[in-house]
């Protein structure tokens, strides 16, 4: 499935058995932070975010711009664009493909039952194709302006997550909304089936985490050549903070080590709310 070309610039990734700590950003163009551009550059995304396996690959020349139209109605449909999930879980997809070359197995979004409904569970549902067989990619994001907050948030979510019940019940409701057309269906299927044993399914499934802040070292900077060392200094912290609190919350619940792989994505912005702007008329000139 081909996929928009690269935008952002990895400005941090240091990898352990534990999983990655992976830091992106929208870079600079003359002393100015791409926001406008980072902004054109997710709604090229909007159909694979948005669209089924099946209606992505009947897009063609004839039906492109009502398909696209169609997928920003299915992300935002609403004025309470400040409190809603939809851009951190495209986010989220956006950085798993661009790095780690996953491949979306369902897009969630696209099974909303009405307008403005929340889509519960895991914010992505991805595989990677290896040599001895698929790797389940099940993903949480908060698209937060305060990194502290976010890591708050989302690690009581994954631990909730994690619970045995939730995740067999999760299992079955991928299962269900599987494309069949998708060629590792499958092979998908088999590996979430309620027979299978989540110890099974956790030797083949990471979980990748996104979190977005209003970043000081992105407000304060041009991108002069200081840049990247400032960021990662800023994002050292949040990374330990966030994997301390997970550990902990695991332990305290299950008694136990974390069973899966956890990789740390942070998205530096400048200022959330000026995204929020520049997605918002974008999305709303695609509904005229």
């Not at 975010?49 to 997928?71: D, M, P, T, V, W």
Request: net charge negative.
């Amino acid at each position: 499935m081909k996929h928009p070309d690269k935008f952002l610039d990895v400005v941090f990734h240091e990898s352990a058995k534990f999983g990655d700590d992976l830091a992106l950003c929208a870079g600079f163009e003359r002393g100015d932070w791409r926001n406008d551009q980072f902004a054109d550059h997710i709604i090229e995304w909007l159909p694979e975010f948005a669209l089924s396996y099946s209606e992505i690959n009947e897009i063609g020349h004839h039906n492109a711009l009502r398909i696209i139209k169609r997928a920003a109605k299915i992300v935002y449909d609403t004025e309470k664009y400040g409190l809603r999930g939809e851009f951190g879980e495209i986010l989220l997809h956006i950085a798993i493909r661009q790095v780690y070359k996953t491949l979306p197995a369902i897009n969630k979004i696209y099974y909303k039952s009405s307008i403005n409904e929340t889509v519960k569970g895991f914010d992505a549902v991805h595989v990677v194709k290896k040599i001895d067989g698929l790797e389940l990619w099940i993903g949480e994001t908060k698209f937060y302006n305060t990194v502290s907050k976010a890591i708050y948030d989302v690690t009581k979510e994954i631990i909730d997550h994690l619970e045995t019940d939730y995740l067999k019940s999760e299992f079955i409701l991928i299962r269900n909304k599987i494309d069949p057309e998708w060629p590792e269906a499958a092979e998908l299927k088999a590996l979430l089936h309620e027979n299978t044993s989540l110890d099974k399914v956790f030797k083949r499934a990471c979980i990748p985490v996104l979190l977005t802040y209003d970043s000081k070292v992105v407000q304060g900077s041009s991108g002069d050549s200081e840049y990247e060392k400032n960021i990662r200094l800023e994002v050292l912290d949040a990374y330990s903070n966030m994997r301390n609190k997970l550990n902990e919350q695991y332990s305290a619940r299950f008694s136990t080590d974390l069973p899966i792989t956890v990789h740390v994505i942070l998205v530096p912005l400048k200022e959330k709310t000026k995204l929020i702007s520049a997605l918002d008329k974008r999305l709303k000139a695609l509904q005229i």
